[in-house]
């Protein structure tokens, strides 16, 4: 669907390495993964840069906190 540039919804829970805080759900209506080449820090891979295609805005999710994906429930396995 990125590859295709065409938004999608999903949710994560949020996580701030920094403060080790979390501030809950975040909702995206509308985004897009952006692509980045795998790196030697394990912390740094589990990060998805995306776009939220609404506000232009650029920003990261840890892609263990995934919880939903166009209003479908992720569960891990």
């Known amino acids: 669907m990125s590859k295709a540039k065409q938004p999608f919804s999903f949710s994560f829970m949020s996580y701030s390495r ?8 975040v909702t995206v209506d509308a985004g897009r993964l952006l692509f980045k080449k ?17 506000t ?10 995934l919880m939903s994906f166009n ?6 396995k």
Do not use: C, M
Request: proline share 5%; aromatic share 8%; charged share 35%.
């Open 18 to 25: 920094q403060s080790q805080k979390s501030h809950g759900i």
């Open 38 to 54: 795998k790196t030697e820090d394990p912390e740094e891979d589990a990060l998805q840069d995306y776009v939220d295609t609404i």
């Open 56 to 65: 232009g805005e650029a920003k990261k999710f840890y892609v263990p906190a």
């Open 71 to 76: 209003g479908k429930k992720l569960t891990l």
